[in-house]
């Protein structure tokens, strides 16, 4: 089974740090994807990547940045944190049967 | 129009009742439809995944797919308290790269 591995399940984070979300896969998928999840908003995507240094925006990619050196590692940056990016944060990557999500971290930004 | 609609509900069902979970889409294009159960806090789990029109089954699980109608549902028979979660329908691949587009959820209780 795919495994994909976010590196920490709960952060607390200050107004004004710079946050990184690590995410490593364990399988040779090309897509990799980051979301937020917010009650009554669902899942809505931040950035993806369809290869190494390969990036694309998402929905709602105000704010943040994304890195992939590796193929199997995906990394989620806030540059400056803000409050309103309180959130689950789910990573994901894919092939031809769907996704395969991350455990997720769940981030407070205070 | 939202790409991929469905109700938030809360769907309360009885035990062993047949809960049917219902989304729509607005892509004519999409290819591949899939069902996510996500408990309170975790992470979304692949369900099913249906490709062709008709029903799909795994079971207790029975997906229908209805191309012309832009239709996807999820039917859990026999429902049991451990199905109350949230279900995602997700639509592949509007916009290529494997992308999946998903609806907001629908929220399942099953109560004893």
């Known amino acids: 089974d795919v495994k994909v591995t976010q590196s920490s399940r709960y952060l607390v984070k200050r107004t004004g740090e710079k946050v990184f979300l690590e995410c490593v896969q364990d399988m040779d998928h090309e897509n990799m994807f980051w979301y937020r999840q917010d009650p009554g908003l669902g899942l809505r995507l931040i950035y993806f990547?369809?290869?190494?240094?390969?990036?694309e925006k998402g929905d709602i990619p105000e704010g943040y940045s994304v890195s992939r050196e590796k193929k199997e590692r995906f990394s989620l940056i806030l540059e400056s944190a803000s409050t309103n990016q309180t959130s689950m944060y789910l990573c994901?990557?894919?092939?031809?049967?769907?996704?395969?999500f991350g455990s997720g971290t769940r981030l407070t930004v205070v | 129009q939202k790409e991929v609609e469905q109700n938030s509900g809360p769907l309360s069902v009885p035990e062993g009742a047949i809960a049917s979970l219902n989304c729509t889409y607005s892509?004519?294009?999409?290819?591949?439809f899939f069902w996510y159960r996500q408990y309170s806090g975790k992470s979304p789990e692949l369900i099913m995944f249906i490709y062709s029109n008709g029903d799909k089954e795994d079971g207790r699980f029975t997906a229908q797919l209805n191309k012309a109608s832009q239709y996807v549902s999820l039917l859990i028979r026999d429902s049991q308290p451990s199905d109350s979660a949230t279900y995602l329908c997700?639509?592949?691949?509007?916009?290529?790269?494997?992308?999946?587009?998903f609806g907001a959820g629908t929220r399942l209780a099953v109560h004893p």
């Open positions: 994901a990557t894919a092939k031809d049967y769907g996704y395969t």
């Open positions: 997700a639509v592949c691949c509007p916009g290529g790269y494997n992308k999946l587009i």
């Open positions: 990547s369809y290869d190494v240094k390969m990036k």
């Open positions: 892509d004519r294009g999409s290819q591949s």
